[in-house]
Every structure is written in structure tokens, then in C-alpha cells.
T-cell receptor
């Protein structure tokens, strides 16, 4: 399977613990996005990378959250001192950002998500 | 006011019916994405468009940039079309998601 993969698929943790999620994008994709989705809501943007550079972080991403993409391939999202409000589905997507004749193309391919439950 | 508004929020249909989902947005965009999310969370990209109309099989997406409005149509709906459909305008390199339209198609 050459799609976007995420690990783990489910994580249950106790409040105050640290958790780390991994995303493996489609191999030739230069962009990698992290989103968070709570029940009944649409996804919300957290952060994204162009290759290994983190280009933007949402205000939603408190200092307990950190993301890396060390070699421009896989990415990790770490949440320190988890809180019950962190319970959500964490989605990763990748894209091959390109421009052609004045138009931009940024179709995003999503992974299956990691469902986090903080008790 | 939300930056992305979808209507209706919930939609039920009989198999074979023509479905329309609407999306209005207030931000400037470079493109607009329509996504499908099945129970269990998996999201699939259906369309990315910046003008006019696109068609894939029974699905048609249109956009009017001047009016900041897009529609997703499903012709001859089928129970396997049951899912949440999400409109996501693309701002500066990131998507802004609507809350989605939950579609249920009954046989």
C-alpha cells in the first residue's frame, strides 16, 4: 500500500502522559499536514511542512504540541502532558505541491488517522 | 460567522435521487476541495477545483469564484454514497474545513 499511513491507529492514555504519533506520507510528496478532528466537527488545521521545514503552526497548537519532519519524509506529532480536551482524531495528509501555468495544485491525500482518548 | 458554511447539515435520500450539497465561503481561495469521509474516519479527496465544473462518474462539482459558492451534485444516488461530505476551501496553502453534510441514502 503506497498511501499515507499513520501509527498507531488508536491510543488510550491517562491525563498527564506524553504521546507521540507518526505519519508516513506518500514518498514523493513534499507537503505534509497535521489536522485534528473532534466528534461531529470538520477537521482543523494544526501545522504543515514543506520538506523538512515547518512553515505554519495554528494557534490551536499550544506549547504542549510539537511536530517534526526531520528528513523531509515521515513526521511525528508529540503531545506532552495530555489533557482530556486533547481527545480527538489526529489526521495526517500529504501532497505534491506544484504550480503550472499560473495555477497551483495541492490535492491532499489523507491517512486513516490516529484516534486519541485521554482518560 | 464561520468562514465555511455548508447546507444542508444532514440529508436523507432514496436510492436514485439527485443530491445537491452547497458550500459558501468568505475567504479568498486558490482552490476548493470536496472530501468524502466514511464512518471510521477515512477521508478521500473527491475534487479540487478553482473554476467552472468537474465531473467524475456520478459526481459533479461546480464553483463560482465571484459568488464564493460551490456545489457538489450526486446523480443517481446509491446507498454506498452514504458518508459525510466536506467542503474545504484552500486559503494560503492550507484547507479550511466546513463541518460537513451527513448524507444517508436508503435503498
Amino acid at each position: 500500500d503506497t498511501g499515507v499511513s499513520q501509527d498507531p491507529r488508536h491510543k488510550i492514555t491517562k491525563r498527564g502522559q506524553n504521546v507521540t504519533f507518526r505519519c508516513d506520507p506518500i514518498s514523493e510528496h513534499n507537503r505534509l499536514y497535521w489536522y485534528r478532528q473532534t466528534l461531529g466537527q470538520g477537521p482543523e488545521f494544526l501545522t504543515y511542512f514543506q520538506n523538512e521545514a515547518q512553515l505554519e503552526k495554528s494557534r490551536l497548537l499550544s506549547d504542549r504540541f510539537s511536530a517534526e519532519r526531520p528528513k523531509g519524509s515521515f513526521s511525528t506529532l508529540e503531545i506532552q502532558r495530555t489533557e482530556q480536551g486533547d481527545s480527538a482524531m489526529y489526521l495526517c495528509a500529504s501532497s505534491l505541491r506544484a504550480s503550472w501555468e499560473g495555477s497551483s495544485y495541492n490535492e491532499q491525500f489523507f491517512g486513516p488517522g490516529t484516534r486519541l482518548t485521554v482518560l | 460567522k464561520n468562514e465555511v458554511e455548508q447546507s444542508p447539515q444532514n440529508l436523507t435520500a432514496q436510492e436514485g435521487e439527485f443530491i445537491t450539497i452547497n458550500c459558501s465561503y468568505s475567504v479568498g481561495i486558490s482552490a476548493l476541495h470536496w472530501l468524502q469521509q466514511h464512518p471510521g474516519g477515512g477521508i478521500v479527496s473527491l475534487f479540487m477545483l478553482s473554476s467552472g465544473k468537474k465531473k467524475h462518474g456520478r459526481l459533479i462539482a461546480t464553483i463560482n469564484i465571484q459568488e464564493k459558492h460551490s456545489s457538489l451534485h450526486i446523480t443517481a444516488s446509491h446507498p454506498r454514497d452514504s458518508a459525510v461530505y466536506i467542503c474545504a476551501p484552500e486559503g494560503t496553502d492550507k484547507l479550511i474545513f466546513g463541518t460537513g453534510t451527513r448524507l444517508q441514502v436508503f435503498p
